[in-house]
C-alpha cells in the first residue's frame, strides 16, 4: 500500500507560468515532508522541506503547502523555467529528514520555452 | 551539503551473479541510507548503514541478499547478491544532512541490468 502518493505522473507548463505539483499521504504518523528533484542519471537533490507544525514555507521561487486535515502537500514553483524540467519526488519522514524516507513515485514536469 | 560517489555507475550482469555498489561521501556522516528505485517505482529504502554497528534492513531486505558494510564514517557497500532480473533497478546511497538533519543528501545512483 502506497503511503505517499503523485496521482500526476506528468506536468507540463508554458515557462514564466506557475507549475503546482500535488501530493497525497495516508500514515498520519508523517511530521516533515520533503521535496527533491530529479534529472536523468543523477540523483535526487533536495529542494525544499516542511514540518507538520508549519503550513508554509517558502525558498526563493519554491513554496510547499501543507495541508494535513487532508494529508496533501503541494510545490508551486513560480516563475517556471525551462531548466526546471525534471522528475519531482514528494516524500515523508515520521521522525524528520534524517530518518527513513517514504518517496511518492514522481511526477515529470517539463516547462516548455 | 555532501558530496557523494558511487562506483559503478552502472553495470550489466548476469544472473546468477554478486556486485558490489561502493558509496564514498567527502565528510564524516553517522547515518548512510541504501535506497533502490525499481523501473517506473518510487525509491524505497533497504537499509540503515550506521559505523560500527549492523545494518537495519527494512520489511522485504534481508541482510544474505544486500549485505552491507560500513567500515568507517565516509563509506559503504551494498552487495546485491544472487541476482535476478527482478534485481535490475537504480540503487542509491545516501546520507544526513549533518548540520539540520533535515534532509538527505543522495549519490549519483548506480543503475543496474540483469540479464
Not at chain 2, 30 to 51: D, E, H, K
Request: aromatic share 10%.
Amino acid at each position: 500500500d502506497q503511503q505517499v502518493k503523485q496521482n500526476s505522473p506528468s506536468l507540463s507548463v508554458q515557462e514564466g507560468r506557475i507549475s503546482i505539483l500535488n501530493c497525497d499521504y495516508t500514515n498520519s504518523m508523517f511530521d516533515y515532508f520533503l521535496w527533491y528533484k530529479k534529472y536523468p542519471a543523477e540523483g535526487p537533490t533536495f529542494l525544499i522541506s516542511i514540518s507538520s507544525i508549519k503550513d508554509k514555507n517558502e525558498d526563493g521561487r519554491f513554496t510547499v503547502f501543507l495541508n494535513k486535515s487532508a494529508k496533501h502537500l503541494s510545490l508551486h514553483i513560480v516563475p517556471s523555467q525551462p531548466g526546471d524540467s525534471a522528475v519531482y519526488f514528494c516524500a515523508a519522514s515520521e521522525q524528520g529528514g534524517s530518518e527513513k524516507l517514504v518517496f511518492g513515485k514522481g511526477t515529470k514536469l517539463t516547462v516548455n520555452p | 551539503s555532501a558530496v557523494i560517489s558511487q562506483k559503478p555507475s552502472r553495470d550489466i550482469c548476469q544472473r546468477g551473479t554478486s556486485l558490489t555498489i561502493q558509496c564514498q561521501v567527502d565528510s564524516q556522516v553517522t547515518m548512510m541510507f541504501w535506497y533502490r528505485q525499481q523501473p517506473g517505482q518510487s525509491l524505497t529504502l533497504i537499509a540503515t548503514a550506521n559505523q560500527g554497528s549492523e545494518a537495519t534492513y527494512e520489511s522485504g531486505f534481508v541482510i544474505d541478499k544486500f549485505p552491507i558494510s560500513r567500515p568507517n564514517l565516509t563509506f559503504s557497500t551494498l552487495t546485491v547478491s544472487n541476482m535476478s532480473p527482478e534485481d535490475s533497478s537504480i540503487y542509491l546511497c545516501s546520507v544526513e544532512d549533518r548540520g539540520s538533519q533535515e534532509t538527505q543528501y543522495f549519490g549519483p545512483g548506480t543503475r543496474l541490468l540483469v540479464l
